[in-house]
């Protein structure tokens, strides 16, 4: 009897373990927890590699795969030949990248600011062709648009050769798009209303533009610089078609040829370098945004959104 009892109390015990896992996966208003261990594993997946690759730009020694000690500097500046300041080619490709993300980010983001101006404020037949034409960089593979823009200054503007030109011109073509996503958004949420209301005591178009949506986009845009700036300086396939040579070279360019060879753990610095400015650029994004968006997340009593604004003196 004892038996048949210990038996019959393991199957329930099996049953009820099957329906508690049933209930994980299968119940839609309980704990995502399966949703949780596939995003923590993904995550982990991800970021593991980076991590470790970013561990060794601080091995003491020349190794990339045996730890052989902590060394903060040595890769980045200390080292007198093969660090990322004294070598040469290292040095130039950083400030390659700096400067093509910077042009790019300068470049891009007014025009940006304008294109999405027009397209929210559009109204006709062309507004639905031209939000899709203005979305086909992102939608259009890298290689293509890099090979695209290859032939156009090889065959048609003839006149612009491989050269840092090239890349900054490329890569704006390439990073309009995201400001455009970024600061329409922002002009769809904050709607029509207030450039009506400003229009109805008297302000001109120019003065609803620098007086009251200039203001309002002001996070949008500062995002989308930042965006666009890490978008800019991890590009690899348009600024090695567009490259002039050696001295053209980027972050991504330069250790994509070094890991072909026998590659040091300077190489693995700059690579850490790229990740520490773009971590950062992403950072500053989101926290400006939050910064300026501060008086816009004042929640009701239930929980909807209201938006202050103060007055408007168009004198």
Not at 14 to 36: D, F
Not at 52 to 76: C, E, H, K, L
Not at 238 to 246: E, H, K, M, R
């Amino acid at each position: 009897m004892s038996t048949v009892a210990d038996t019959s109390s393991i199957t329930d015990s099996g049953r009820g373990i099957l329906h508690r896992l049933r209930g994980l996966v299968a119940n839609p208003w309980g704990k995502p927890r399966a949703l949780m261990v596939i995003t923590w594993a993904y995550m982990i997946w991800t970021i593991v590699p980076v991590v470790i690759a970013i561990m060794f730009s601080f091995n003491d020694g020349r190794s990339i795969s045996v730890w052989q000690g902590f060394n903060a500097t040595r890769w980045y500046w200390a080292d007198p030949v093969y660090s990322v300041w004294q070598d040469a080619g290292l040095r130039e490709a950083l400030f390659q990248s700096l400067k093509l993300a910077g042009l790019d980010m300068l470049i891009a983001t007014p025009i940006g600011v304008l294109l999405a101006l027009g397209l929210a404020r559009w109204r006709g037949y062309g507004a639905r062709p031209a939000n899709f034409l203005m979305l086909f960089p992102l939608i259009t593979p890298e290689i293509v648009m890099g090979v695209s823009l290859y032939l156009v200054f090889q065959y048609v503007y003839t006149f612009i050769h491989p050269s840092t030109t090239a890349q900054v011109l490329g890569q704006v073509t390439f990073s309009i798009s995201y400001v455009v996503i970024v600061v329409r958004g922002r002009l769809l949420s904050i709607g029509r209303e207030y450039e009506e209301a400003a229009a109805d005591l008297g302000a001109t178009p120019a003065e609803c533009l620098r007086l009251v949506l200039l203001p309002l986009m002001l996070p949008a845009i500062l995002a989308s610089m930042m965006i666009v700036f890490a978008v800019s300086i991890d590009n690899f396939v348009i600024a090695q078609w567009l490259s002039c040579g050696a001295g053209c070279d980027t972050i991504p360019i330069k250790v994509y040829n070094a890991a072909r060879q026998a590659p040091l753990p300077s190489i693995n610095a700059l690579a850490a370098i790229n990740v520490y400015v773009t971590l950062l650029a992403v950072l500053a994004a989101f926290v400006l945004y939050r910064f300026l968006t501060r008086g816009e997340r004042v929640k009701g009593s239930q929980g909807s959104t209201i938006t202050k604004m103060g007055s408007i003196d168009f004198n």
